[in-house]
């Protein structure tokens, strides 16, 4: 009997992506759950198992772009497993120590190439669990955690190369990756459904840099996770977001959605592109279990483990372009969301206090909003009271 192979529902907002890779060839003999291929979608990067055993015939190739539900293979679960198979040996046969040959032979899964760019561990060094020894993303997280004299040395990969597309300028033509397409899409769609307006203030982190800097070590102590300007600003924005709920509403056709809930998305970059993740009832939680789920979601990114679950049911988007040194940026929206808030780099500047002109720390905010639901005195009130809770943080502590 034949199984059919199909691409299954990942999400709800996700109806295909690209098929990065197969772990199989045509007409190899699978096991039940074998990892069959590698699916790169607009958010995410998963890969695919077998849910039977047989022989294997692939329809579709790698770079094809499919959909939910389309068979991309078929499995003949009436084959049996041939005897001769070169990784079985003979009864009695002595064993030789062999190279992860297939590591040499096929190429390597994004997901794999991904975590051996950010390591240095080859994937030839790294012994396979997949069919034929193949290796799996699995396999070099769990390498990355073992010393280096354990790793099995072989020799260097012999991947073939893809064959760029030369242009007339000298330069090469390359396609677009799934999560670069959707990011360009929905950056487009929000410039042409919403009314973007962005507003700036500017704010001194003296208050919030002397608190990090006096309670930091025992913080990092007592709950295992750095404290970082991040939670400050998620729990201040929730702060604001009390005095402007307009802020955390979404527009529905002619209907205004207003949400309890304050699901806060902190953009994450990756080699890929942008993404939000959303940390979930910020009103609720410590700044421990905020800088917690920032840290979870920042690992879980760089080794394309984040889910759709991961990113969908936000309210309102912080992004911090500071860390990349930007000083002043105008966020776009992530839509449906009608407000994202921009943080920038940290810059000693003169200012004036109390009649007199001292050095502080400060940094450039931008509050990007639609101005379709979100009057411009709104704005303006969404980020005093923003700067008030980072110039004063027990204001987030009373709730005043």
């Not at 990942?10 to 039940?32: C, F, H, M, P, R």
């Not at 240095?120 to 390498?143: C, F, H, N, Q, Y």
């Amino acid at each position: 009997m034949t199984q059919e192979v199909k691409i299954p529902t990942l999400g709800e907002s996700i109806t295909g992506g690209l098929l990065a890779s197969w772990s199989v060839k045509d007409g190899d003999y699978v096991s039940e759950g074998d990892i069959l291929y590698e699916l790169e979608t607009d958010k995410i990067t998963s890969e695919g198992t077998a849910e039977s055993s047989g022989v294997i015939k692939l329809l579709a190739q790698e770079g094809d772009e499919v959909e939910v539900g389309q068979a991309i293979a078929e499995i003949d679960d009436s084959a049996e497993k041939p005897n001769d198979s070169p990784n079985e040996k003979a009864e009695g046969a002595p064993i030789e120590a062999q190279p992860n040959v297939s590591a040499q032979t096929f190429p390597q899964p994004p997901s794999v190439q991904r975590i051996a760019a950010e390591t240095g561990i080859e994937p030839t060094s790294v012994k396979g669990s997949g069919k034929d020894g193949r290796v799996t993303k699995a396999d070099m997280l769990t390498a990355r955690n073992k010393p280096k004299e354990e790793l099995q040395e072989s020799p260097a990969p012999k991947i073939a190369a893809s064959k760029p597309v030369p242009v007339a300028s000298g330069g090469i033509r390359r396609k677009m990756t799934p999560l670069r397409r959707r990011i360009a899409q929905r950056l487009v769609e929000a410039q042409q459904t919403a009314a973007i307006l962005t507003t700036f203030n500017e704010v001194d982190m003296s208050a919030v840099m002397n608190l990090r800097k006096q309670y930091k070590d025992k913080f990092t102590e007592k709950y295992g996770v750095k404290l970082g300007f991040m939670s400050f600003f998620v729990k201040a924005a929730v702060h604001a977001l009390e005095s402007v709920p307009h802020l955390s509403s979404q527009i529905e056709g002619n209907e205004i959605i207003d949400f309890a809930e304050r699901h806060i998305g902190v953009a994450v970059s990756t080699p890929k592109g942008l993404i939000v993740p959303v940390v979930r009832d910020c009103d609720k939680k410590s700044f421990a279990e905020i800088e917690n789920d920032i840290l979870t979601y920042g690992k879980k990114a760089r080794e394309g483990g984040i889910s759709i679950d991961d990113l969908q049911g936000g309210v309102f988007t912080i992004s911090n372009g500071g860390i990349f040194g930007s000083m002043l940026s105008t966020p776009i929206l992530n839509q449906p969301q009608s407000g994202i808030l921009g943080m920038h780099t940290i810059q000693e500047r003169p200012v004036v206090r109390n009649g007199e002109i001292v050095i502080r720390p400060m940094m450039y905010l931008a509050l990007s909003y639609d101005h379709r639901l979100v009057d411009g005195k709104e704005a303006v009130t969404f980020l005093i009271k923003l700067k008030e809770a980072i110039e004063d943080p027990s204001r987030i502590l009373f709730g005043v």
